[in-house]
């Protein structure tokens, strides 16, 4: 756009971007002053065109668009003022100049009123008449300029109010006493107000009461700066009017609020006038929504909607310090299935899902209405009792919780025998903080778990120490095998009457870093309840396998190699597949394996144990039941697994002198009626032995033969047995 110059220099017109000449239209009907003034025009760059007549003129004006006319009033055909009304029919607003020689202020009015914007009179001098064109060049451009700027406004304004009122957030402006003065559309759908509806009101009617106070801080805010407020949550009312009047009760909406205070720049210098707050209600209930999701998930178990550790955390540490306060005391207890991870692994996480929500349901009724339950993870459950008065009243109810339990529980056909090991505690006897006396009853519960599950152990602080040594180990486990901390050793088991070698069992021992050799008893129950147990017992089958590969290769007399495996490791879907790999990694036939079992294995009764064993039995494998005796040694199992022998309990060895073995006896005879191989376990001694023999029980193991021997030494046995057997067919 050009600048704006004074009246008497000419401007070139800018239409759009092109910029041209202004053009101008001169009509008279006497061809001489025509022809002059089209000279005198034409001279200051005006681009000119002429008309002799009105009706000449108005073809131009169809034309061609000009940028003003010069037109004389009296002319024969059309008179000027025919022409201005001719020019405003057809809608025309180029300004027009008149030009009369008529001296009478009428015509002059006339003109004007017929749309004329300027009026000279003949004669007139040039620099007149050409000072009166650029005048009304002027004024035109000043006006379309003008225009275009006020439409730009009303463009501007009218986007703005499309920004505000479609904005997803609510906008509002407040007067200086808290009144609505502005509400954009958005409260329409966030609030159900109409908007008129709440102009002039109060901003505390829509707020949600309990919010109030922090409310007024947000709503008067009178800063301006980066001091004012921003996202402040709070919950705003929906319009009650809106609703049923049942559902309107606590109907809101949680938001963020930033505010601002207005101010207008008054007269006097450096003075304001505050005017009001102005703020955008940003609407959080959706996120509010999902965070209060999150929120219960994370302190509630989903599976039985108990509360969870966390929460369970949170309300001991309340009731701690509530007890403190009133000198009261209180009961914890922590509990864990004994046999869960069977039933979940046999039956499938349906059934044992259902079982953990019929468990929650005994618990409740263990206990009164205010105790707390909870779920701590996978099968282990907490009871708080809060107000119980003495160690005697948690016993009670942790016997009650013991006995509930034991009873079995039908889950889709099934009859489930669960029980629970639960340990105890008292507070704040035991100890007073929430951690602590968590981890002690957790403790306990170990406790009464490792003497055989089904009761209930109080917290004593002696458990502490062994404890810590059990986490030590397990720490230490996880390592060992990486490092390669294991060995096997070999104890032999021989012929009672001949003393030849029939088998060694593979005894797995672990040298630890700092502690030297540790033996089975001290770690494998651990590995056993943390699952290490499997990784460990297949590096076993490995080895053992290895070992009785690199016998078998050398030459020496085919013996049996007999391997522990624990129940853990007898359950996981892949044990079969991971006899026969060790099997057919060092091309052994199936048979100079055996495996050994113990008793309660079997009488746990598992449906897939039963079919594992059966088809390493079918593929050649040995199995042999271990501490024979100590279990229910039921008949019932021995017939339905395929076993070829039966280890006799050490403890059942031990003293011929005094009783003669009554129970080797009749295991041995068992044994011979189901033709199966019978092995004295802990032979220590030749009365031991002898009495063995008087029995016909077939091979033994103990002391008495060998200790567990490292596999050097093992090999070395069986080397003096050939060698002795050569000498033996010597001198025979
Ligand atoms: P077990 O299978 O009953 O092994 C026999 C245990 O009796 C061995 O103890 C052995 O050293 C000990 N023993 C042998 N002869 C005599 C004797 O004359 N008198 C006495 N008092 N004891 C004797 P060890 O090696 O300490 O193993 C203990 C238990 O650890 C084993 O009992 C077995 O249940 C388990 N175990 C050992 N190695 C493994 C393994 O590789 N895997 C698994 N899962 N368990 C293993
Ligand atoms: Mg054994
Ligand atoms: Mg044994």
Not at 287 to 314: C, I, M, W
Not at 435 to 452: F, V
Not at 624 to 630: P, Q, S
Request: glycine share 6%; charged share 25%; proline share 4%.
């Amino acid at each position: 756009m050009s600048e704006p110059t004074s009246g008497e220099t000419k401007t070139p017109l800018s239409i759009g971007s092109l910029t041209r000449d202004p053009r101008i239209l001169l009509v008279d009907d006497d061809p001489l002053i025509l022809e002059s003034l089209r000279r005198l025009i034409e001279a200051q760059r005006y681009d000119v065109v002429t008309a002799g007549s009105g009706k000449e003129a108005l073809g131009a004006v169809d034309k061609k668009q000009f940028d003003a006319i010069l037109l004389d009033l009296n002319m024969p055909d059309m008179s000027g003022i025919d022409v201005l009304t001719s020019l405003q029919e057809r809608g025309v607003e180029t300004p027009v100049i008149v030009v009369s020689g008529d001296s009478a202020i009428d015509s002059a009015v006339n003109a004007l009123r017929h749309g004329a914007t300027d009026f000279i009179r003949k004669p007139y001098k040039p620099e007149e008449l050409l000072r009166r064109i650029s005048n009304t060049l002027n004024k035109q451009r000043l006006e379309k300029e003008n225009n275009q700027i006020q439409q730009r406004l009303q463009q501007s304004e009218k986007w703005h109010r499309f920004l505000v009122n479609t904005s997803p957030d609510f906008i509002y402006t407040l007067d200086s006493e808290g009144r609505f003065t502005f509400v954009n559309d958005r409260v329409e759908t966030l609030l159900e107000y109409k908007r008129e509806e709440l102009i002039g009101r109060h901003y505390s009617e829509i707020v949600y009461e309990e919010d109030i106070f922090r409310a007024d801080h947000v709503f008067n805010e009178r800063r301006s700066d980066t001091r004012a407020t921003r996202n402040v949550e709070l919950r705003l009312k929906c319009n009650p009017g809106n609703c049923r009047p049942r559902a309107m009760n606590g109907r809101f909406r949680t938001v963020e609020v930033t505010a601002t205070g207005m101010y207008e720049r008054q007269e006097i210098r450096f003075e304001t006038r505050f005017m009001g707050t102005y703020g955008v209600v940003k609407d959080i209930s959706d996120r509010k929504q999902a965070e209060e999701t999150v929120h219960y998930q994370t302190y509630h178990d989903l599976l039985t909607g108990l509360p969870n550790r966390a929460k369970f955390r949170d309300y001991l540490g309340r009731a701690l310090v509530h007890a403190k306060r009133n000198s009261q005391t209180l009961s914890i207890m922590i509990l864990d299935l004994d046999n869960f991870r069977v039933i979940n692994d046999s039956l499938g996480h349906g059934v044992g899902d259902e079982l953990l929500i019929h468990v929650a349901a005994r618990l409740r009724q263990c206990i009164k209405d205010d105790d707390i339950l909870a779920r701590l993870g996978g099968d282990e459950f907490a009871l708080l009792m809060p107000d119980v008065s003495s160690r005697l009243e948690s016993t009670v109810v942790g016997h009650k919780v013991v006995e509930e339990l034991n009873v079995p529980i039908r889950i889709k056909g099934h009859e489930l025998y669960v029980t629970a090991s639960v340990g105890a505690s008292f507070a704040p006897e035991d100890g007073a903080v929430a951690d602590t006396l968590i981890r002690q009853t957790e403790i306990a519960m170990y406790q009464a778990k490792s003497q055989g599950g089904c009761r209930l152990q109080f917290w004593q602080p002696a458990m502490q120490e062994a404890f810590a040594g059990r986490i030590q180990i397990e720490t230490d486990l996880r390592r060992a095998l990486a490092n390669d901390e294991f060995v096997l050793f070999y104890q032999p088991q021989v012929d009672t009457v001949s003393g030849a070698i029939k088998g060694f069992e593979a005894l797995i021992r672990w040298w630890h870093p700092d502690r030297g050799l540790v033996l089975p008893n001290a770690f494998v129950p651990i590995a056993e309840e943390t699952g290490i147990i499997v990784p460990i017992g297949e590096w076993v089958l490995r080895e053992a396998a290895a070992q009785q590969a690199v016998w078998r290769k050398n030459g020496l007399p085919p013996v049996r190699v007999s391997v522990n495996i624990s129940p853990r490791q007898l359950e996981t879907p892949d044990f079969v597949g991971s006899v026969m790999r060790a099997l057919e990694a060092n091309q052994l036939e199936p048979g100079s394996i055996e495996l050994e079992i113990t008793e309660n294995v079997l009488m746990r009764d598992v449906e897939s144990n039963a079919a594992k064993l059966t088809q390493l039995a079918e593929a050649g494998v040995l199995l042999a039941i271990d501490d024979f005796g100590t279990g229910y040694s039921s008949l019932k199992y021995l017939s339905r697994f395929p076993i070829n022998t039966l280890k006799i309990d050490r403890a059942f060895v031990k003293s011929p002198e005094r009783e003669g073995m009554p129970i080797v006896n009749a295991i041995v005879g068992m044994g011979r009626n189901l033709n199966l191989n019978v092995i004295a376990e802990g032979v220590e001694n030749i009365a031991q032995l002898e009495q063995l023999r008087v029995l016909m029980c077939s091979e033994a193991q103990g002391y008495l033969f060998g200790m567990p021997m490292s596999a050097l030494e093992a090999t070395k046995l069986l080397e003096e047995q050939v060698h002795g057997q050569e000498e033996e067919i010597k001198a025979g």
